[in-house]
């Protein structure tokens, strides 16, 4: 019987001895911290590790309090602005737990106390301002509501981090007006920039016609003096050829000894293409044509008096025409008939050429051309000579 019994105050003392060393052994995970009671008052403040308590007299009230930063988002809370529009705002609150004394001693509820002093400082900070400034100072709105919420939950034993605007819900009537106004303020932007882009589209083109004309302008400019100058070239080189081709004939009558029947013929010949041309109404006959046709006769009559040449038609002489005045004939193309008005003697006549196609011979002399000096035709003899040394063939 006894010794039942000391087996039984065994057990319940090693069962005791349990209880106790499990009481006295708190373990305090990592960012949590445990308030001790003893006897119903504050003792200390268990953190994390092992911590040793008074089972019995010392109480660890659950649960621990946590340290790390938490966020919180509260509901949307109604706000009026200083323009009477109330604006629903929706906050979001980072905060921290410093002391866990006076996070247990100091309010019952700290999440709740932060809530509601959250919506009362935001109605404070709202309602100085109207709503355009709400809803463009988000930053400045932040920045006041942390201050005040760091400044009142401090003996609460938190630390507000950070304090965030999530939403500003204006009423929907504003939001449509707001819509309205955003899209006549984007409307009229838009209508200046396309008029800016008019302006200096125009502007542009009027830059880039005025530099076409000035470059047009002076290409013609250019090009102007390019064809004058080579005109310029061009009439120097038809004078020169003009010049030399003058020189060559000159030389070349000088040097084939023409006589004054050769003349007269080659004068004859020239009438024809004075008459020509549409624009020729009157032909005025030289007063020497009398003269000519006299010649021609004569050279005429000497040829036909050789057997060896063939017979040729007698050419009947002109009637003698004055030589103080030229008459005028009528071209084919004026279809004026009779005489035209007498005109004075042809200005620049020479009167050795006259007496020599006359036959009266001498000298003819013309002007300097080239380097040669005027002078005799060589060869010219008397009117009754035979021409081209007898030849019917050149006749």
Do not use: C
């Not at 929907?172 to 200096?200: F, H, N, T, V």
């Not at 000497?302 to 071209?331: C, G, I, Q």
């Amino acid at each position: 019987m006894s010794t039942l019994v000391l087996i039984i105050l065994l057990v319940v003392f090693v069962a005791l001895v349990i209880v106790v060393i499990s009481r006295s052994i708190r373990i305090v995970p990592q960012a949590r911290a445990g308030i001790v009671e003893r006897f119903g008052r504050y003792h200390r403040t268990l953190y994390p590790g092992l911590n040793i308590v008074t089972p019995i007299v010392d109480r660890v009230l659950l649960p621990l309090v946590d340290m790390r930063e938490r966020v919180v988002n509260f509901p949307p809370a109604p706000a009026i602005t200083r323009d009477n529009l109330v604006v629903h705002i929706d906050t979001v609150i980072y905060f921290q737990v410093t002391d866990p004394k006076a996070a247990t001693y100091e309010i019952a509820d700290y999440i709740v106390g932060v809530e509601q002093l959250t919506v009362t400082t935001l109605r404070n900070v709202v309602g100085g301002m109207d709503l355009e400034t709400a809803l463009t100072s988000r930053e400045q709105i932040n920045t006041e509501l942390r201050h005040v919420l760091d400044d009142a939950t401090g003996k609460w034993g938190l630390r507000v981090g950070r304090v965030e605007l999530r939403a500003i819900e204006p009423p929907p009537s504003i939001k449509d007006s707001m819509e309205k106004q955003m899209r006549a303020d984007r409307d009229k932007r838009a209508a200046i920039l396309s008029a800016e882009g008019s302006k200096q589209s125009a502007i542009l083109t009027a830059e880039g016609e005025r530099q076409a004309a000035v470059l047009k302008a002076s290409g013609e400019s250019e090009a102007m003096v390019l064809r004058a100058e080579a005109e310029a070239k061009a009439q120097a080189a038809r004078a020169r050829g003009q010049a030399e081709a003058i020189t060559t004939v000159f030389k070349a009558i000088h040097d084939g000894n023409p006589d004054q029947r050769l003349l007269a013929y080659q004068y004859m010949q020239m009438l024809p293409q004075i008459a020509q041309g549409d624009a020729n109404k009157v032909w005025i006959v030289p007063s020497e044509i009398g003269k000519a046709l006299e010649g021609i006769g004569g050279l005429l009559g000497a040829t036909s008096d050789r057997s060896s040449a063939p017979t040729l038609p007698s050419v009947p002489s002109a009637p003698p025409v004055p030589s103080a005045s030229a008459s005028a004939v009528p071209s084919p193309n004026s279809g004026v008939s009779g005489p035209g008005p007498e005109l004075d003697p042809p200005i620049g006549r020479h009167a050795s050429l006259e007496g020599w196609l006359a036959g009266g011979g001498g000298p003819v002399h013309d002007g300097a051309v080239g380097d040669h000096e005027g002078g005799p035709v060589p060869g010219t003899g008397d009117a009754g000579t035979p021409p081209f040394n007898d030849d019917p063939s050149l006749v």
